[in-house]
């Protein structure tokens, strides 16, 4: 078995399924401060006990993004150790700033802002947890500033196979961090705004006609419909920075085989990498050529330019597609759902149905969007630096074999697992629905009463 | 003049073994009690885990920052270390894995379930606990992986696995009271002597594995210096072992001292491996020199954590402040 492969598996199934949580909790820290902030200023308990619902599927969320991602700090020296060989010098501290600068501040500040309610004054409580989605958001700022060094390698020199750092700010700050960071921000706040809205919509689908419901159904399609036309706007944005910085990964996103103008968009195709072309085309005629060089006959640049040396056309092509189809599926159901909700106050049955399975929206669009830009870079590891295949560790192909099926097993049960509590909780939400004891009354935090029941 | 070149590996490889040894102390007291899940009763281990509750997250963290100054500062030895452990590494990660989501799964899956994430938080810490005592018995005796070495591996194993049971019954006096209370004395005394043995044994064993590390024991002054170390070690155990038929004393005086003392044990002992493989981080084979990152890009780290370690430092005393004293259900509300 050629462990190359394998391990290219077993990293893209680790990274995978790591991905799935911090971006719930990067967006799902602000929202949980939102409901803390609105409470303090209103005192409405709807809003505390929303707060104390989903703190829970923080609380879970963060545990499994946290075992998860230690499993991908391993995994750089037991599969890729050229990795770090070749280019540690610039990931290193990059990495080393994350864990010092995030992972403490969001690990030890979680206890207080899950546990501490009654044990620090509600003010700290609120500290504890903006310091904990301050911290979340902190470490996707680093992460996303190593990932998108990777594409747009910048502030470097090379000496004997070793990159040397020449310039922080051009590293931390590479062309493509900006667009990239902004993207994937949006998406974690997308992925909560449908998840909070969708597990909201189960509850209202079984019967929950609670104030805490009706609140968190608000605020995530609110949140969905106000987000997801920045988002449109952040990927166009994206794409032609890609298109300047990685073109062969966009001539496969579009699969566009020649360099030409008058390049359609190509909505459905079976990109055919051994006849390099198209199968079952149906296509905008000029649509490629607008969207990317706003003119009909803009010049876009083709696979034939990088063959042998461009990633997997079909991979890069669909995934593409799908992350591009859900958004566009995320601005309908979110804006029906602010017309009904904000204009009709009501929710009709088809909606919320609608709704539900809308929740885990943002987790495939996300996957989606990762496959494209991360399978878009290769042959390459680190953009005309370092190949992939020259980064894998001299690990024997039947122990990957062995170990990938012992991670792929654990994600699919602990995924599965996962989705029952997140269920499991919100129907049980239901059940209480405004009955659940009161919360704190007041600032000090001797005050805030033991409810009973 | 200070030669960075020379400093800076020096620098990472103590940052890199204070983190290990806070580590192994922090989330020590953690797997400990996992492992304890086996010998207590379904009501005990809410108590248990309400003694934890607020700080495992950040103690793993000590792990994923001791992996990461390897990785950052010593790419090469990351590199060659874990690939050689592939398959204990594996153990490890699945064990943190299940511990971790046993953890949080306990307590909000439904009621009849619960058993099932009790269970599995055991099997989680103890297959964390064996593979990282199994990772040390091979390290020890430098990355040999013949049949002795890996005999002596599952020995070691077994020892810090003991030795975690250890640290989590001390926690254990330290954060609860009457009935089980008690309970973690005795067992504190039974994990006592496995985890002495284990030493013992790593001890014994570390200078015959390598004629160098035996040269550095076994010269003179260099073993004068070296014997307050196994003594005092051997002092402390001791004095622990006869300190538990004491307790639970009155008034609950004592009640922090196994932990501290333990920690201690633990800082001495790691003192010792420390001493016995520098300069070398793959045994015998790349010392931290030969290992090191680039010294500018070792710098920028530097400068960081000068600052940010104080700051972790602080608020995690703070954080443990606010969850103080015995421990109380864990609410979110």
């Known amino acids: ?453 | 003049m200070i030669d960075w070149s020379y400093m800076m590996p020096l620098v990472f490889a103590a940052l890199m073994g204070v983190s290990i040894l806070v580590y192994v102390i922090l989330d020590g007291f953690d797997l400990g009690i996992g492992i304890l899940f086996a010998a207590a009763r379904p009501d005990e281990k809410d108590t248990m885990i309400a003694a934890i509750g607020p700080f495992w997250d950040a103690n793993e963290t000590w792990l994923v920052l001791a992996v990461g100054l390897l990785l950052v500062a010593f790419p090469i030895a990351h590199g060659i270390i874990l690939t050689a452990l592939y398959l204990p590494v594996f153990a490890l990660l699945v064990g943190l894995i299940l511990r971790g989501v046993a953890f949080d799964f306990r307590a909000k899956v439904p009621t009849h379930r619960k058993r099932r994430w009790d269970f599995l938080f055991c099997v989680g810490s103890l297959t964390a606990a064996l593979s990282q005592g199994y990772m040390l018995g091979v390290y020890v005796l430098g990355l040999n992986q013949g049949w002795a070495a890996v005999a002596f591996a599952l020995l070691v194993a077994v020892c810090l696995a003991a030795a975690y049971a250890a640290m989590g019954a001390a926690w254990l006096i330290y954060k609860t009271e009457d009935g089980l209370q008690a309970k973690a004395v005795v067992w504190l005394r039974q994990a006592l002597v496995f985890t002495a043995a284990g030493m013992a044994a790593v001890s014994l064993a570390t200078p015959f594995a390598s004629p160098r590390i035996f040269d550095k024991w076994f010269t003179w002054p260099e073993v004068a210096l070296l014997a307050p170390l196994p003594i005092a070690a051997a002092a402390l155990f001791g004095w622990l072992f006869f300190l538990t038929f004491r307790l639970p004393d009155r008034g609950d005086r004592h009640a922090l001292k196994p932990f501290l003392y333990l920690a201690l044990v633990f800082t001495l002992g790691f003192a010792g491996l420390a001493y016995s493989f520098y300069p070398y981080v793959v045994p015998e084979q790349i010392t931290i020199w030969q290992a090191a990152a680039a010294t500018e890009s070792l710098a920028v780290i530097l400068v960081g954590t000068a600052f940010v370690l104080p700051v972790i430092a602080g608020y995690t005393l703070y954080a443990y402040r606010v969850f103080g004293g015995k421990a109380t259900d864990l609410r979110y509300d």
């Open chain 1, 1 to 453: 078995m050629d462990p190359l492969l394998l391990s290219r598996i077993q990293f893209a199934a680790n990274i995978s399924f790591h991905i799935l949580f911090p971006t719930i909790t990067i967006a799902l820290g602000w929202v949980l401060l939102y409901f803390k902030l609105r409470y303090a200023r209103s005192g409405d308990y709807a809003w505390m006990r929303l707060y104390f619902t989903w703190v829970k599927v923080f609380a879970l969320t963060f545990a499994l993004g946290v075992v998860s991602g230690i499993t991908m700090s391993f995994q750089f020296g037991t599969n890729w150790p050229g990795f770090m060989e070749s280019v540690g010098n610039i990931a290193g501290p990059l990495l080393a700033y994350e864990v010092l600068t995030a992972f403490f501040l969001e690990a030890v500040f979680l206890g207080i802002m899950l546990f501490g309610f009654r044990k620090v004054s509600s003010r700290v409580h609120t500290l504890a947890t903006l310091l904990v989605a301050a911290g979340t958001t902190l470490s996707a700022v680093w992460i996303l500033s190593l990932n998108s060094w990777m594409h747009t390698p910048a502030g470097f020199e090379m000496r004997d196979g070793v990159a040397y750092p020449t310039d922080w700010l051009a590293i931390v700050f590479n062309p493509s961090f900006p667009y990239r960071l902004t993207h994937m921000l949006l998406a974690s706040g997308l992925t909560v705004a449908f998840l909070v809205a969708g597990l909201s919509a189960l509850r209202y689908l079984a019967g929950d006609r609670s104030e805490a419901m009706w609140k968190a159904l608000r605020t995530g399609t609110a949140l969905g419909a106000l987000l997801i036309p920045v988002q449109i706007v952040v990927g166009d944005l994206h794409g032609l920075n890609t298109l300047e910085h990685q073109p062969a990964k966009v001539a496969a996103m579009e699969a566009n085989w020649q360099t030409r103008s008058h390049v359609p968009l190509v909505l459905f195709a079976w990109p055919d990498e051994e006849a390099r072309e198209n199968r079952f085309e149906l296509s905008i005629p000029n649509g490629a050529s607008i969207i990317l060089r706003h003119s009909p006959s803009g010049v876009v640049p083709g696979l034939d330019d990088f063959e042998g040396e461009h990633p997997p056309v079909a991979p890069v092509f669909f995934a593409f597609r799908v992350m591009v189809g859900i958004g566009l599926l995320m601005l309908l159901v979110s804006w029906a759902g602010v017309y009904y909700l904000f204009r009709r106050q009501r929710l009709p049955r088809p909606l919320a149905l609608v709704m539900v399975p809308m929740a885990l929206s943002g987790w495939v669009a996300v996957l989606a969007g990762w496959y494209t830009t991360e399978i878009g870079r290769q042959p390459w590891l680190v953009q005309d630096v370092l190949a992939t295949a020259d980064a894998v560790g001299p690990v024997a192909g039947g122990s990957v074999a062995f170990t990938l099926a012992g991670y792929l097993t654990l994600y699919v049960v602990l995924t599965l697992v996962y989705l029952g509590v997140l269920v499991h909780l919100s129907l049980k939400a239901a059940r209480e629905g405004d009955r659940s004891p009161d919360p704190a009354v007041s600032e000090r935090p001797l005050d805030q009463p033991v409810a009973s029941g």
